[in-house]
């Protein structure tokens, strides 16, 4: 499975209803598992960005759909990135001409 490191903003909306926020970050778990991927870890930070969320799926289409379908809630904005593990980094370098 891939892994996926999501940046996220609380929209007005979500500010509103903060106090449902760990109701959503279940069911997103929840929902990630209907689509075969997992929310392996959730973190409320301080800085630029109000929450950071470590995902695993199968693959990009996936995790966009996962991400979609959230967004489209209204409770917040995300910036995915794909992340590579040490072994798959090791891996990609070893493999450098």
Same mark, same amino acid.
């Given at each position: 499975?891939?892994?996926?490191?999501?940046?996220?903003?609380?929209?007005?909306?979500?500010?509103?209803?903060?106090?449902?926020?760990?109701?959503?970050? $279940?069911? &997103?778990?929840?929902?990630?598992?209907?689509?075969? /991927?997992? %929310?392996?870890?959730?973190? @409320?930070?301080?800085?630029?960005? $109000?929450? &950071?969320?470590?995902?695993?799926?199968?693959?990009? /289409?996936? %995790?966009?759909?996962?991400? @979609?379908?959230?967004?489209?809630?209204?409770?917040?904005?995300?910036?995915?990135?794909?992340?590579?593990?040490?072994?798959?980094?090791?891996?990609?370098?070893?493999?450098?001409?």
């Amino acid at each position: 499975m891939a892994t996926y490191i999501t940046l996220g903003k609380y929209t007005q909306q979500g500010i509103s209803t903060m106090k449902a926020s760990p109701a959503r970050v $279940d069911a &997103v778990r929840e929902t990630a598992r209907s689509l075969g /991927a997992e %929310l392996k870890a959730f973190y @409320l930070v301080m800085g630029q960005f $109000d929450f &950071v969320a470590v995902l695993e799926a199968p693959d990009d /289409a996936t %995790l966009a759909k996962l991400i @979609l379908m959230i967004a489209g809630q209204g409770n917040a904005t995300f910036q995915t990135s794909r992340a590579f593990t040490e072994t798959e980094y090791r891996g990609i370098v070893a493999a450098l001409p």
